[in-house]
């Protein structure tokens, strides 16, 4: 186990300001990302699609709750669990109290590949109480690239097309559940627009978990990769790749 240098306090409080100064850059850099990520132009979206969920058959319109904005978290579906993937699970436990998302007229919603009367059970054996969505049957996570098959749309995963992640090595990209999260907007006229997608990576920001450990000196200690559903930590499960 790696641990820290002892130091002085004076030594430390030096090499804190450094780190500091550092950080106020990393800051000021997101900031203007994020300025960045509000002025992105959107697309209309002209499908329809059709969810499931506690109150039966919705339409994305319907997933807004009459709000302005929504955040949907494609949840990736491990068929071979019957269960959520791991990691995703990891990164929604740190999903908090959807009133302040709601008081910035903003919807949160996690959308599945998996069978309602499945996802439903699994929502429960996770305890989340924020609107979860079955898109079984459904193109909505094929066309917003979180579910790759070739013989329904065109592999695309992180805005990389089949031969870019091919030529990546990440071929684990190219099939089958994938995360991500995506940003719509609604007009008074009740037309939809997607303003934003994320992928692979870009999804770290949303787990408070890891965004605790970075400040220890042991860090995340564990790859994304090897996360575990929080009922399973003393059981020998299967993990996300």
Known sequence: MNRPAVATHDEWLAARK???AEEKALTRRQDELAAARRALPMVAIDKEYVFEGATGKLTLSELFEHRRQLIVYHMMWR??????????AFLLDSVGHL??????NTSFAVVSRGPWDVLQGYQERMGWTFPMYSSHGSDFNYDYHATQDESVTPIEYNF??????????QTWQLDGEQPGTSVFWRDDDDAIFH???SYARGGDVHIGTHNYLDLTPLGRQRHVGEAVHHDSYDADVPHCH
């Open 18 to 20: 450094t780190l500091l």
């Open 160 to 169: 990389r097309t089949k031969a870019e992640i091919e030529a990546s090595g």
């Open 195 to 197: 303003t934003y997608s």
């Open 99 to 104: 009133a302040h998302l709601h008081h910035q």
């Open 79 to 88: 068929w071979d669990l019957n269960a959520g993937c791991p990691s995703c």
